[in-house]
Protein backbone atom coordinates (compact mmCIF):
# COMPACT_ATOMS: atom_id res chain seq x y z
CA UNK A 1 0.00 0.00 0.00
CA UNK A 2 1.35 3.51 -0.92
CA UNK A 3 0.07 6.92 0.50
CA UNK A 4 -1.28 8.09 -3.54
CA UNK A 5 -3.32 5.04 -3.50
CA UNK A 6 -5.44 5.73 -0.10
CA UNK A 7 -5.27 9.63 -0.87
CA UNK A 8 -6.96 9.44 -4.27
CA UNK A 9 -9.13 6.17 -3.66
CA UNK A 10 -12.76 6.41 -3.25
CA UNK A 11 -14.38 6.78 0.43
CA UNK A 12 -15.43 3.05 0.03
CA UNK A 13 -12.30 1.94 -1.17
CA UNK A 14 -10.43 3.82 1.39
CA UNK A 15 -12.55 2.06 3.76
CA UNK A 16 -11.92 -1.20 2.33
CA UNK A 17 -8.12 -0.66 1.95
CA UNK A 18 -7.64 -0.10 6.02
CA UNK A 19 -10.02 -2.99 6.99
CA UNK A 20 -8.25 -4.97 9.96
CA UNK A 21 -6.69 -1.79 11.16
CA UNK A 22 -9.31 -1.02 13.74
CA UNK A 23 -10.86 -4.38 14.98
CA UNK A 24 -14.16 -4.54 13.35
CA UNK A 25 -14.56 -0.49 13.26
CA UNK A 26 -15.26 0.60 10.14
CA UNK A 27 -15.78 4.14 11.22
CA UNK A 28 -12.97 5.14 12.03
CA UNK A 29 -11.65 4.78 8.56
CA UNK A 30 -14.98 6.19 7.36
CA UNK A 31 -14.92 9.54 9.48
CA UNK A 32 -10.60 9.45 8.73
CA UNK A 33 -11.45 9.72 4.68
CA UNK A 34 -12.72 13.15 4.77
CA UNK A 35 -9.41 14.45 6.25
CA UNK A 36 -7.34 13.57 2.91
CA UNK A 37 -4.92 13.69 1.66
CA UNK A 38 -2.16 12.76 4.52
CA UNK A 39 1.32 14.13 4.09
CA UNK A 40 2.72 10.87 5.50
CA UNK A 41 2.10 7.65 7.00
CA UNK A 42 2.52 9.28 10.46
CA UNK A 43 -0.11 12.23 9.28
CA UNK A 44 -2.32 8.91 8.55
CA UNK A 45 -2.06 7.60 11.87
CA UNK A 46 -2.51 10.83 13.58
CA UNK A 47 -5.65 11.36 11.97
CA UNK A 48 -6.92 7.85 12.83
CA UNK A 49 -6.19 8.58 16.24
CA UNK A 50 -8.01 12.05 16.54
CA UNK A 51 -11.31 10.43 15.02
CA UNK A 52 -10.97 7.73 17.88
CA UNK A 53 -10.45 10.65 20.32
CA UNK A 54 -13.17 12.49 18.37
CA UNK A 55 -16.08 9.96 18.80
CA UNK A 56 -18.59 9.30 21.50
CA UNK A 57 -18.03 7.10 24.57
CA UNK A 58 -20.59 4.87 23.47
CA UNK A 59 -17.89 4.18 20.31
CA UNK A 60 -14.68 3.96 21.75
CA UNK A 61 -16.15 1.21 24.11
CA UNK A 62 -17.84 -0.59 20.91
CA UNK A 63 -13.93 -0.14 19.62
CA UNK A 64 -12.43 -1.91 22.84
CA UNK A 65 -15.35 -4.33 22.97
CA UNK A 66 -14.47 -5.29 19.01
CA UNK A 67 -11.32 -7.03 20.45
CA UNK A 68 -10.69 -10.53 21.36
CA UNK A 69 -9.61 -11.27 24.75
CA UNK A 70 -6.00 -12.37 25.11
CA UNK A 71 -5.59 -16.07 24.49
CA UNK A 72 -9.46 -16.15 24.62
CA UNK A 73 -12.87 -18.19 23.52
CA UNK A 74 -11.97 -16.38 19.55
CA UNK A 75 -8.54 -17.50 19.95
CA UNK A 76 -9.18 -21.35 21.22
CA UNK A 77 -12.26 -21.48 18.73
CA UNK A 78 -10.15 -20.66 15.56
CA UNK A 79 -12.31 -17.14 15.02
CA UNK A 80 -9.81 -14.39 15.68
CA UNK A 81 -9.36 -11.82 12.54
CA UNK A 82 -6.00 -12.92 10.49
CA UNK A 83 -4.49 -9.61 12.25
CA UNK A 84 -5.12 -10.76 15.79
CA UNK A 85 -4.64 -14.34 15.35
CA UNK A 86 -0.85 -13.40 14.20
CA UNK A 87 -0.60 -11.33 16.70
CA UNK A 88 -1.19 -13.48 19.43
CA UNK A 89 0.75 -15.76 18.17
CA UNK A 90 3.40 -13.78 17.69
CA UNK A 91 3.41 -13.38 21.05
CA UNK A 92 3.13 -17.23 21.96
CA UNK A 93 -0.17 -17.19 23.22
CA UNK A 94 -1.36 -19.85 21.31
CA UNK A 95 1.09 -22.15 22.73
CA UNK A 96 0.24 -21.64 26.30
CA UNK A 97 1.02 -23.87 28.98
CA UNK A 98 -2.08 -25.31 30.88
CA UNK A 99 -0.92 -23.58 33.84
CA UNK A 100 -0.16 -20.31 31.94
CA UNK A 101 -4.10 -20.43 30.02
CA UNK A 102 -5.03 -20.58 33.53
CA UNK A 103 -3.57 -17.63 34.77
CA UNK A 104 -4.84 -15.75 32.05
CA UNK A 105 -7.76 -17.03 31.64
CA UNK A 106 -8.37 -15.78 35.53
CA UNK A 107 -6.98 -12.34 35.05
CA UNK A 108 -9.56 -12.06 31.46
CA UNK A 109 -12.20 -13.05 34.42
CA UNK A 110 -10.94 -10.42 37.13
CA UNK A 111 -10.45 -7.86 34.43
CA UNK A 112 -13.71 -8.08 33.24
CA UNK A 113 -15.93 -8.07 36.54
CA UNK A 114 -13.88 -4.96 37.13
CA UNK A 115 -13.97 -2.87 33.69
CA UNK A 116 -16.49 -4.56 31.86
CA UNK A 117 -14.26 -4.65 28.41
CA UNK A 118 -11.50 -6.76 27.34
CA UNK A 119 -7.90 -6.01 28.09
CA UNK A 120 -6.49 -4.45 25.50
CA UNK A 121 -2.51 -4.81 25.06
CA UNK A 122 -0.27 -4.44 21.90
CA UNK A 123 1.34 -8.15 22.45
CA UNK A 124 3.76 -6.65 19.93
CA UNK A 125 5.65 -4.30 22.59
CA UNK A 126 7.56 -1.24 21.86
CA UNK A 127 10.01 -2.99 19.51
CA UNK A 128 7.47 -4.46 17.14
CA UNK A 129 9.14 -8.14 17.77
CA UNK A 130 6.04 -9.36 20.41
CA UNK A 131 6.45 -9.16 24.28
CA UNK A 132 6.61 -12.76 26.12
CA UNK A 133 4.03 -14.21 28.32
CA UNK A 134 5.27 -13.33 31.60
CA UNK A 135 5.73 -8.97 30.17
CA UNK A 136 2.02 -9.52 30.03
CA UNK A 137 0.92 -11.33 32.74
CA UNK A 138 2.83 -8.75 34.51
CA UNK A 139 1.01 -5.81 32.61
CA UNK A 140 -2.23 -7.15 33.00
CA UNK A 141 -1.91 -7.84 36.44
CA UNK A 142 -0.75 -4.10 37.47
CA UNK A 143 -3.11 -2.74 35.10
CA UNK A 144 -6.23 -4.34 36.93
CA UNK A 145 -5.58 -1.79 39.94
CA UNK A 146 -5.87 0.98 37.41
CA UNK A 147 -8.71 3.78 37.89
CA UNK A 148 -11.39 2.88 35.50
CA UNK A 149 -11.27 6.01 33.55
CA UNK A 150 -7.42 5.80 33.46
CA UNK A 151 -7.53 1.99 32.12
CA UNK A 152 -10.17 3.17 29.21
CA UNK A 153 -7.69 5.61 27.94
CA UNK A 154 -5.28 3.84 28.25
CA UNK A 155 -6.72 0.71 26.32
CA UNK A 156 -7.49 3.05 23.61
CA UNK A 157 -4.19 3.86 23.57
CA UNK A 158 -2.89 0.42 23.13
CA UNK A 159 -5.63 0.22 19.61
CA UNK A 160 -3.76 2.84 18.35
CA UNK A 161 -0.29 1.01 18.93
CA UNK A 162 -1.81 -2.07 17.06
CA UNK A 163 -2.89 -0.28 14.31
CA UNK A 164 0.40 1.42 14.07
CA UNK A 165 1.92 -1.78 13.85
CA UNK A 166 -0.52 -3.20 11.48
CA UNK A 167 -0.23 0.07 8.99
CA UNK A 168 3.09 -0.30 9.17
CA UNK A 169 2.98 -3.91 7.53
CA UNK A 170 0.90 -2.71 5.41
CA UNK A 171 2.97 0.19 4.16
CA UNK A 172 6.04 -2.28 4.20
CA UNK A 173 7.15 -0.12 6.80
CA UNK A 174 10.06 -0.86 9.23
CA UNK A 175 11.55 2.21 10.91
CA UNK A 176 14.74 1.31 10.86
CA UNK A 177 16.02 4.14 13.07
CA UNK A 178 13.58 3.57 15.79
CA UNK A 179 14.33 -0.07 16.11
CA UNK A 180 18.26 0.78 16.16
CA UNK A 181 17.94 3.37 18.96
CA UNK A 182 15.82 0.72 20.93
CA UNK A 183 18.49 -1.76 20.48
CA UNK A 184 21.40 0.25 21.31
CA UNK A 185 19.36 1.44 25.05
CA UNK A 186 18.85 -2.50 25.01
CA UNK A 187 22.34 -3.08 24.83
CA UNK A 188 22.97 -0.30 27.27
CA UNK A 189 20.51 -0.88 30.04
CA UNK A 190 22.28 -4.46 30.39
CA UNK A 191 25.29 -2.73 32.47
CA UNK A 192 24.13 -2.13 35.98
CA UNK A 193 25.59 -1.79 39.43
CA UNK A 194 25.80 -5.45 40.91
CA UNK A 195 23.03 -5.52 43.65
CA UNK A 196 20.78 -3.88 41.14
CA UNK A 197 21.45 -5.93 38.56
CA UNK A 198 21.13 -8.89 40.48
CA UNK A 199 17.32 -7.83 40.76
CA UNK A 200 17.06 -7.05 37.21
CA UNK A 201 17.13 -3.48 37.43
CA UNK A 202 18.94 -0.78 36.12
CA UNK A 203 21.32 1.70 38.38
CA UNK A 204 24.38 3.12 36.27
CA UNK A 205 25.35 6.53 38.45
CA UNK A 206 28.05 8.25 38.67
CA UNK A 207 31.27 6.71 37.57
CA UNK A 208 29.84 3.48 38.82
CA UNK A 209 31.96 0.87 37.41
CA UNK A 210 28.34 -0.20 34.75
CA UNK A 211 28.90 4.00 33.99
CA UNK A 212 32.82 3.39 32.72
CA UNK A 213 30.99 0.47 30.53
CA UNK A 214 28.11 2.50 28.86
CA UNK A 215 31.05 5.25 28.25
CA UNK A 216 33.23 3.15 26.77
CA UNK A 217 30.68 1.49 24.37
CA UNK A 218 29.50 4.76 23.20
CA UNK A 219 32.71 5.68 22.60
CA UNK A 220 32.97 2.83 20.39
CA UNK A 221 30.11 3.28 18.58
CA UNK A 222 30.94 6.96 18.23
CA UNK A 223 33.90 5.81 16.38
CA UNK A 224 33.39 2.62 15.43
CA UNK A 225 29.64 2.77 13.84
CA UNK A 226 28.80 6.09 13.44
CA UNK A 227 31.79 7.66 11.79
CA UNK A 228 32.96 10.35 14.18
CA UNK A 229 35.78 12.43 12.95
CA UNK A 230 36.82 12.79 16.53
CA UNK A 231 36.03 10.78 20.00
CA UNK A 232 37.11 11.22 23.46
CA UNK A 233 36.03 10.61 27.20
CA UNK A 234 36.86 14.09 28.68
CA UNK A 235 38.38 15.16 32.46
CA UNK A 236 34.78 14.75 34.25
CA UNK A 237 33.48 11.59 31.65
CA UNK A 238 32.01 12.88 29.48
CA UNK A 239 31.65 11.47 26.11
CA UNK A 240 32.70 13.84 23.38
CA UNK A 241 31.81 12.95 19.30
CA UNK A 242 32.94 15.61 16.82
CA UNK A 243 31.67 15.17 12.73
CA UNK A 244 32.98 17.75 10.97
CA UNK A 245 31.33 20.48 8.73
CA UNK A 246 32.38 20.66 5.19
CA UNK A 247 34.19 23.86 6.15
CA UNK A 248 31.62 26.85 5.07
CA UNK A 249 30.33 27.56 8.72
CA UNK A 250 33.03 27.27 11.14
CA UNK A 251 30.95 27.11 14.03
CA UNK A 252 29.34 23.48 15.45
CA UNK A 253 25.64 22.35 16.68
CA UNK A 254 25.87 20.96 20.10
CA UNK A 255 23.83 18.31 20.67
CA UNK A 256 23.19 15.23 23.64
CA UNK A 257 22.63 15.07 26.58
CA UNK A 258 23.00 12.15 29.85
CA UNK A 259 23.99 8.83 30.20
CA UNK A 260 24.07 8.23 33.89
CA UNK A 261 20.69 6.67 35.46
CA UNK A 262 18.66 7.16 38.36
CA UNK A 263 18.67 3.88 40.74
CA UNK A 264 16.10 1.42 39.45
CA UNK A 265 15.65 2.97 36.62
CA UNK A 266 14.09 3.25 32.80
CA UNK A 267 16.07 2.76 29.60
CA UNK A 268 15.70 5.81 28.07
CA UNK A 269 15.82 9.15 30.36
CA UNK A 270 18.71 10.99 28.51
CA UNK A 271 20.09 8.36 26.87
CA UNK A 272 17.45 8.38 23.93
CA UNK A 273 18.91 12.01 23.22
CA UNK A 274 22.79 10.85 23.08
CA UNK A 275 21.62 7.78 20.78
CA UNK A 276 19.30 9.99 18.63
CA UNK A 277 21.61 12.54 17.68
CA UNK A 278 24.57 9.70 17.44
CA UNK A 279 22.05 8.62 15.12
CA UNK A 280 22.12 11.36 12.97
CA UNK A 281 25.67 11.81 12.75
CA UNK A 282 25.83 7.88 11.48
CA UNK A 283 23.13 8.41 8.88
CA UNK A 284 25.25 11.25 7.42
CA UNK A 285 28.59 9.37 7.61
CA UNK A 286 26.71 6.36 5.89
CA UNK A 287 25.57 9.12 3.10
CA UNK A 288 28.93 10.43 2.81
CA UNK A 289 27.52 13.55 3.41
CA UNK A 290 29.00 16.53 5.56
CA UNK A 291 27.00 19.53 6.15
CA UNK A 292 28.13 23.53 6.21
CA UNK A 293 28.39 22.83 10.31
CA UNK A 294 30.10 20.73 12.44
CA UNK A 295 27.92 18.56 15.01
CA UNK A 296 29.28 18.21 18.62
CA UNK A 297 27.58 15.42 20.42
CA UNK A 298 27.76 15.03 24.04
CA UNK A 299 26.82 11.85 26.57
CA UNK A 300 26.95 14.18 29.69
CA UNK A 301 28.23 11.66 32.55
CA UNK A 302 26.28 13.14 34.86
CA UNK A 303 23.05 15.05 35.28
CA UNK A 304 20.68 13.16 37.53
CA UNK A 305 22.45 14.12 40.97
CA UNK A 306 22.62 11.08 42.24
CA UNK A 307 25.73 10.39 43.71
CA UNK A 308 27.14 13.49 44.66
CA UNK A 309 26.12 16.79 45.86
CA UNK A 310 26.33 18.55 42.61
CA UNK A 311 24.06 20.19 40.07
CA UNK A 312 24.58 19.48 36.25
CA UNK A 313 27.87 18.25 37.35
CA UNK A 314 28.80 17.39 33.58
CA UNK A 315 27.39 20.43 31.86
CA UNK A 316 28.82 22.70 34.36
CA UNK A 317 31.77 21.98 33.40
CA UNK A 318 31.24 22.71 29.67
CA UNK A 319 29.70 25.96 30.19
CA UNK A 320 32.76 27.01 33.17
CA UNK A 321 30.54 26.79 36.41
CA UNK A 322 32.10 23.60 38.08
CA UNK A 323 32.62 24.42 41.47
CA UNK A 324 36.00 23.82 42.58
CA UNK A 325 34.44 22.26 46.06
CA UNK A 326 32.50 19.66 44.57
CA UNK A 327 36.19 17.77 44.16
CA UNK A 328 36.32 17.18 47.79
CA UNK A 329 32.68 16.44 47.57
CA UNK A 330 31.80 12.90 49.20
CA UNK A 331 29.35 10.42 48.37
CA UNK A 332 27.13 8.06 50.67
CA UNK A 333 30.17 5.79 51.08
CA UNK A 334 32.45 8.58 52.04
CA UNK A 335 34.47 8.13 48.91
CA UNK A 336 35.42 12.19 47.78
CA UNK A 337 34.76 13.01 44.32
CA UNK A 338 38.38 13.37 43.40
CA UNK A 339 39.08 9.91 44.17
CA UNK A 340 36.24 8.69 42.51
CA UNK A 341 37.86 10.16 39.34
CA UNK A 342 41.25 9.19 40.11
CA UNK A 343 39.68 5.41 40.51
CA UNK A 344 38.14 5.82 36.85
CA UNK A 345 40.93 7.59 35.29
CA UNK A 346 40.21 10.85 34.93
CA UNK A 347 42.70 13.54 36.08
CA UNK A 348 40.78 14.88 39.30
CA UNK A 349 42.44 18.64 38.98
CA UNK A 350 40.56 21.16 38.78
CA UNK A 351 42.97 22.55 36.00
CA UNK A 352 42.09 20.16 33.54
CA UNK A 353 37.93 20.47 34.35
CA UNK A 354 38.16 23.97 33.78
CA UNK A 355 39.98 23.66 30.02
CA UNK A 356 36.86 22.17 29.04
CA UNK A 357 34.78 25.19 28.89
CA UNK A 358 33.26 26.26 26.13
CA UNK A 359 33.26 29.16 24.02
CA UNK A 360 29.44 30.76 23.14
CA UNK A 361 31.09 32.11 19.78
CA UNK A 362 32.39 28.55 18.33
CA UNK A 363 28.89 26.91 18.51
CA UNK A 364 25.31 27.80 16.48
CA UNK A 365 23.17 26.46 19.32
CA UNK A 366 22.17 23.53 21.56
CA UNK A 367 19.28 20.92 20.56
CA UNK A 368 18.25 17.94 22.94
CA UNK A 369 15.83 14.86 22.28
CA UNK A 370 14.22 13.67 25.69
CA UNK A 371 11.45 11.68 26.49
CA UNK A 372 9.13 13.75 27.84
CA UNK A 373 8.91 12.06 31.44
CA UNK A 374 5.47 12.80 31.67
CA UNK A 375 1.65 12.38 30.41
CA UNK A 376 1.44 14.70 28.36
CA UNK A 377 1.51 13.87 25.03
CA UNK A 378 1.11 10.06 25.74
CA UNK A 379 -2.84 11.39 26.90
CA UNK A 380 -2.99 13.93 23.63
CA UNK A 381 -1.83 10.65 21.25
CA UNK A 382 0.89 12.74 20.03
CA UNK A 383 4.32 11.47 19.17
CA UNK A 384 6.36 14.43 19.90
CA UNK A 385 5.86 17.78 21.26
CA UNK A 386 8.11 21.17 21.56
CA UNK A 387 9.50 22.52 24.58
CA UNK A 388 8.91 26.13 25.10
CA UNK A 389 10.55 26.42 28.38
CA UNK A 390 12.64 24.42 31.37
CA UNK A 391 10.98 25.11 34.94
CA UNK A 392 13.05 26.75 37.36
CA UNK A 393 12.94 25.59 40.84
CA UNK A 394 13.62 26.56 44.68
CA UNK A 395 14.32 23.37 46.96
CA UNK A 396 14.22 23.19 50.68
CA UNK A 397 13.94 20.96 53.81
CA UNK A 398 11.96 22.27 55.81
CA UNK A 399 11.47 21.28 59.87
CA UNK A 400 8.04 22.20 61.89
CA UNK A 401 9.10 22.15 65.86
CA UNK A 402 6.01 21.94 68.71
CA UNK A 403 5.73 20.08 70.99
CA UNK A 404 5.74 16.16 71.90
CA UNK A 405 3.26 15.30 74.41
CA UNK A 406 0.85 12.23 75.86
CA UNK A 407 -1.70 11.56 72.93
CA UNK A 408 -4.27 10.08 75.16
CA UNK A 409 -4.18 12.56 77.63
CA UNK A 410 -3.58 16.24 75.54
CA UNK A 411 -7.05 18.00 74.51
CA UNK A 412 -7.35 19.15 70.69
CA UNK A 413 -7.47 22.30 71.51
CA UNK A 414 -4.20 22.48 73.37
CA UNK A 415 -1.94 20.65 71.13
CA UNK A 416 1.35 21.91 69.09
CA UNK A 417 1.52 19.09 66.58
CA UNK A 418 4.05 19.48 63.87
CA UNK A 419 2.74 16.59 61.96
CA UNK A 420 -0.62 18.15 61.88
CA UNK A 421 1.11 21.31 60.33
CA UNK A 422 3.01 19.88 57.84
CA UNK A 423 -0.41 17.94 56.66
CA UNK A 424 -1.90 21.67 56.36
CA UNK A 425 1.32 22.48 54.82
CA UNK A 426 1.03 19.97 52.11
CA UNK A 427 -2.52 21.09 51.40
CA UNK A 428 -1.46 24.57 50.93
CA UNK A 429 1.05 23.80 48.56
CA UNK A 430 -1.17 21.96 46.33
CA UNK A 431 -3.69 24.77 46.14
CA UNK A 432 -1.04 27.30 45.51
CA UNK A 433 0.59 25.91 43.18
CA UNK A 434 -2.83 25.36 40.89
CA UNK A 435 -3.27 28.92 41.22
CA UNK A 436 -0.40 29.98 39.24
CA UNK A 437 -0.16 28.14 35.57
CA UNK A 438 2.09 25.23 34.69
CA UNK A 439 4.02 25.31 38.20
CA UNK A 440 4.28 22.44 40.50
CA UNK A 441 4.84 22.13 44.12
CA UNK A 442 5.61 18.82 46.04
CA UNK A 443 6.31 17.86 49.70
CA UNK A 444 8.22 14.90 48.69
CA UNK A 445 9.37 13.68 52.15
CA UNK A 446 7.69 13.58 55.25
CA UNK A 447 8.82 12.42 58.44
CA UNK A 448 8.86 12.48 62.08
CA UNK A 449 11.73 11.86 64.21
CA UNK A 450 11.30 9.64 66.63
CA UNK A 451 7.64 9.48 66.21
CA UNK A 452 5.40 6.89 68.29
CA UNK A 453 2.02 5.64 67.81
CA UNK A 454 1.07 7.41 71.26
CA UNK A 455 2.30 11.23 71.43
CA UNK A 456 1.70 13.75 69.58
CA UNK A 457 4.59 14.50 66.83
CA UNK A 458 6.49 17.34 68.35
CA UNK A 459 8.63 17.89 64.77
CA UNK A 460 8.60 16.84 61.43
CA UNK A 461 11.14 17.29 58.90
CA UNK A 462 10.14 17.53 54.90
CA UNK A 463 11.08 18.74 52.21
CA UNK A 464 9.80 21.73 49.49
CA UNK A 465 9.97 21.31 45.70
CA UNK A 466 8.70 24.71 43.61
CA UNK A 467 8.82 24.87 40.01
CA UNK A 468 6.89 27.40 37.46
CA UNK A 469 7.49 28.09 33.62
CA UNK A 470 9.52 31.49 34.70
CA UNK A 471 11.51 32.86 37.35
CA UNK A 472 8.52 35.00 38.01
CA UNK A 473 6.26 32.24 38.84
CA UNK A 474 8.71 30.62 40.38
CA UNK A 475 9.09 33.11 43.00
CA UNK A 476 5.35 33.93 43.20
CA UNK A 477 4.81 30.15 44.29
CA UNK A 478 7.65 30.43 46.47
CA UNK A 479 6.60 33.71 48.41
CA UNK A 480 2.83 32.09 48.62
CA UNK A 481 4.59 28.57 50.40
CA UNK A 482 6.74 30.84 52.55
CA UNK A 483 3.79 32.80 54.09
CA UNK A 484 1.47 30.20 53.84
CA UNK A 485 4.05 28.08 56.03
CA UNK A 486 4.55 30.94 58.36
CA UNK A 487 0.78 31.40 58.97
CA UNK A 488 -0.19 27.79 59.89
CA UNK A 489 2.64 27.51 62.42
CA UNK A 490 1.75 30.93 63.86
CA UNK A 491 -2.25 30.10 63.71
CA UNK A 492 -0.98 26.65 65.72
CA UNK A 493 2.01 28.29 68.17
CA UNK A 494 4.88 26.67 66.27
CA UNK A 495 8.30 27.24 65.31
CA UNK A 496 9.77 26.43 61.78
CA UNK A 497 12.31 26.56 59.79
CA UNK A 498 13.65 25.80 55.59
CA UNK A 499 16.75 25.58 54.32
CA UNK A 500 17.28 25.91 50.65
CA UNK A 501 19.48 23.25 49.10
CA UNK A 502 18.66 24.14 45.04
CA UNK A 503 17.73 27.11 43.24
CA UNK A 504 17.27 27.06 39.17
CA UNK A 505 16.61 29.63 37.01
CA UNK A 506 14.20 28.74 33.93
CA UNK A 507 15.43 28.52 31.06
CA UNK A 508 12.85 29.41 28.16
CA UNK A 509 13.64 28.06 24.81
CA UNK A 510 15.13 29.98 22.00
CA UNK A 511 12.36 31.24 19.42
CA UNK A 512 14.56 30.26 16.67
CA UNK A 513 15.41 26.99 17.99
CA UNK A 514 11.87 26.50 19.17
CA UNK A 515 10.94 27.35 15.32
CA UNK A 516 13.29 25.44 13.85
CA UNK A 517 11.99 21.93 16.12
CA UNK A 518 8.53 23.51 15.12
CA UNK A 519 8.99 23.13 11.19
CA UNK A 520 10.64 19.71 11.60
CA UNK A 521 7.85 18.60 13.83
CA UNK A 522 5.80 19.74 10.84
CA UNK A 523 7.93 18.53 7.94
CA UNK A 524 6.55 14.93 9.71
CA UNK A 525 2.96 15.51 8.47
CA UNK A 526 2.24 16.04 12.38
CA UNK A 527 0.38 18.80 14.90
CA UNK A 528 2.52 20.85 16.33
CA UNK A 529 2.28 20.65 20.29
CA UNK A 530 4.17 22.91 22.22
CA UNK A 531 4.35 22.47 26.19
CA UNK A 532 6.74 23.20 29.05
CA UNK A 533 9.13 20.82 30.98
CA UNK A 534 9.02 20.36 34.44
CA UNK A 535 12.03 17.88 35.07
CA UNK A 536 15.74 19.60 34.89
CA UNK A 537 17.42 19.01 31.88
CA UNK A 538 21.23 19.58 30.88
CA UNK A 539 19.74 22.42 28.55
CA UNK A 540 18.81 23.82 31.41
CA UNK A 541 22.58 24.12 32.24
CA UNK A 542 23.90 25.06 28.49
CA UNK A 543 20.92 27.63 28.22
CA UNK A 544 23.68 29.83 30.46
CA UNK A 545 25.94 29.45 27.57
CA UNK A 546 24.06 29.23 24.07
CA UNK A 547 20.33 29.31 22.82
CA UNK A 548 18.65 25.92 23.54
CA UNK A 549 15.69 24.02 22.59
CA UNK A 550 14.21 20.71 22.92
CA UNK A 551 12.32 17.90 21.73
CA UNK A 552 9.82 15.91 23.52
CA UNK A 553 9.13 12.40 22.53
CA UNK A 554 6.43 10.62 24.11
CA UNK A 555 6.69 8.26 26.70
CA UNK A 556 4.24 4.87 27.07
CA UNK A 557 2.99 3.36 30.13
CA UNK A 558 1.09 6.79 31.11
CA UNK A 559 4.08 8.55 30.30
CA UNK A 560 6.42 7.22 33.46
CA UNK A 561 9.91 7.75 33.99
CA UNK A 562 12.74 7.24 36.58
CA UNK A 563 10.66 3.90 36.80
CA UNK A 564 11.31 0.51 34.70
CA UNK A 565 8.31 0.99 33.18
CA UNK A 566 9.98 3.78 30.94
CA UNK A 567 9.23 3.23 27.57
CA UNK A 568 9.22 4.60 23.57
CA UNK A 569 7.89 2.82 20.65
CA UNK A 570 10.13 2.36 17.71
CA UNK A 571 8.01 4.22 15.53
CA UNK A 572 8.11 7.10 18.07
CA UNK A 573 11.55 6.99 18.20
CA UNK A 574 11.87 7.09 14.51
CA UNK A 575 9.84 10.29 14.88
CA UNK A 576 12.18 11.85 16.73
CA UNK A 577 15.23 10.60 14.79
CA UNK A 578 13.22 12.57 11.33
CA UNK A 579 13.08 15.72 13.38
CA UNK A 580 16.44 15.93 13.86
CA UNK A 581 17.36 14.96 10.55
CA UNK A 582 14.89 17.87 9.67
CA UNK A 583 16.55 20.05 11.85
CA UNK A 584 19.75 19.76 10.36
CA UNK A 585 18.73 19.94 6.68
CA UNK A 586 16.63 23.01 7.27
CA UNK A 587 19.71 24.33 9.36
CA UNK A 588 21.94 23.67 6.80
CA UNK A 589 19.82 25.40 4.42
CA UNK A 590 20.08 28.64 5.79
CA UNK A 591 24.14 29.08 4.92
Known amino acids: MDLHTLNTASSQDFVHLLAGIYEHSPWVAERAAARRPFPSLAGLKQALAEVVRGASRAEQLGLIRAHPELAGKAMQSQTLTAESSEEQSRAGLTQCTAEEL?????????????????????????????????????TFARRLDSPPEQELAECLRQIHRIAEIRLNDKFGHS?????????????????????FRAQGQLSATYLSEAHQTV???????????CGFDEVKIDAVGNVVGLYRGDGREPRRLLSGSHYDTVRNAGKYDGRLGVLTAMACVRALHGASRRLPFG?????????????????????????????????????????????????????????????????????????????????????LDLPLGVVTSINGSRRYLGEIRGQASHAGTTPMNRRHD????????????????????????????????AGSINVVPGRCEFSLDLRATSNTARDALDARVRAGLAEICQRRGLQHS??????????????????????????????????????????????????????????????ISHNPLEAVSNDDAQLAAEAMQALLDQLAQEF
Open 102 to 138: ARIQALNKAYAERFGWPFILAVRGPRGLGLTKAEIMA
Open 295 to 379: IEVVAFAEEENLRFPTSFLAASALTGHFDPAWLDAQDADGIPMRSAMQAAGLPANIEAIQALRRRAEDYLGFVEVHIEQGPVLNE
Open 498 to 559: LSPTLVADAAPSDPAWQARWARAVAALGLPLHQLPSGAGHDAMQLHRLLPQAMLFVRGGNGG
Open 175 to 195: PALGNLLLDWAEELAAHSEPE
Open 215 to 225: ARRLQWWMQQD
Open 418 to 449: AAAAAAELILWVEQAAAQIPDAVGTVGMLKVP
